[in-house]
């Protein structure tokens, strides 16, 4: 079977999610194909594999990693099926993962840039002053709070039901870790819950044309019923950013910004990894700094307090 061939009915076969189909779809489209969609796949060698990957001029090494990974699993597959013996890229050297490191904003910074969108965003648009103080106070992906909707709000009993997402403008009925999981809210995040709440009474009432009666609780200004992609928001957001003389950063970093809220004020981790859809190991590894306390003596002091000084090894009293 060629290369091309077997590629195409893989991708065609594959229980994946729109999304990451596309995604490998391109990957193989751009670096692969060109170089071995016509040669039977079972002829494809790690040589071959290695010179491509030695004489393509790579946007980045998380690119070059992706292209190669996404080939890797192609390949495996094609192990399962009997197609070829071994797999090629098995042989080839993955760069190592580049880390982006959280750059959250302060405490101080998140509520300047909510109190600076309310004070900008009137009437309809206060829609985006909400989604950023419920982004801020929850730590919710961009991509879930898009799609949360009304139905999966529980406000007396303070919870949001996650388990859904926005990805490539399309609502797909599961979260990034494919996890369902339930947020308690905060009393910010109810805020902004409220203010969504006043905003989608005024649209019903508005005669603009736009979606005036959504689903979800934080829709667009426009005439789609969801938030289908993060430039919607964006640019409100950099705005702000601009305004209050702070260094620009992507939305994202509000979801890091709530984790490091959590983690200075004490909080468990374990409670925090699970209302961010993480793991706790994740979660440790990623926010390590706001939780070292290496040169912290109150740390010991617990220790000390708690257990040694309860149970302290006496010695025994010599014979007299």
């Not at 079977?1 to 779809?25: D, P, S």
């Not at 508005?206 to 005036?212: A, E, F, L």
């Not at 970093?253 to 409670?271: E, I, K, Q, W």
């Not at 002091?301 to 010599?318: A, H, M, S």
Request: proline share 4%; aromatic share 10%; charged share 25%.
């Amino acid at each position: 079977m060629l290369f091309g061939a077997y590629a195409q009915a893989w991708l065609n076969g594959r229980e994946v999610v729109n999304g990451t189909r596309k995604n490998y779809r391109i990957s193989l489209n751009k670096y692969w194909m060109p170089h071995f969609a016509t040669i039977p796949i079972e002829y494809v060698s790690s040589l071959d594999l290695r010179r491509v990957v030695t004489e393509t001029n790579w946007l980045s090494q998380e690119v070059k990693r992706a292209a190669i990974q996404r080939l890797g699993t192609m390949f495996s597959c094609a192990v399962v099926d009997g197609v070829i013996a071994r797999n090629p890229v098995d042989a080839l050297e993955l760069p190592a993962r580049p880390k982006k490191a959280p750059d959250p904003f302060t405490v101080e910074q998140a509520d300047q840039i909510i109190a600076r969108l309310y004070d900008t965003l009137k009437h309809s648009t206060a829609i985006y002053a909400a989604y950023f103080e419920f982004a801020f106070y929850t730590g919710m992906r961009p991509g879930e709070i898009a799609a949360l909707r009304w139905d999966e709000v529980d406000r007396e009993r303070r919870l949001a039901h996650v388990c859904r997402i926005v990805v490539d403008k399309v609502i797909e009925e599961r979260t990034k870790t494919k996890a369902a999981r339930t947020v308690m809210l905060n009393s910010r995040a109810l805020n902004a819950l409220r203010v969504a709440d006043e905003v989608a009474m005024l649209r019903r009432s508005q005669k603009k044309r736009m979606q005036r009666d959504s689903r979800y609780v934080f829709p667009p200004t426009r005439i789609s019923e969801y938030l289908q992609q993060a430039s919607l928001t964006d640019k409100f957001f950099k705005v702000a950013v601009e305004d209050l003389g702070l260094r620009g950063r992507r939305q994202y970093n509000c979801r890091h910004t709530y984790a490091t809220m959590c983690l200075m004020a004490g909080m468990n981790p374990a409670f925090i990894a699970n209302q961010l859809g993480h793991s706790v190991q994740m979660l440790l590894s990623t926010y390590a700094k706001w939780i070292n306390s290496s040169t912290d003596w109150g740390e010991l002091d617990k220790l000390e307090t708690k257990l040694i000084g309860t149970n302290l090894v006496r010695p025994e009293q010599p014979p007299l």
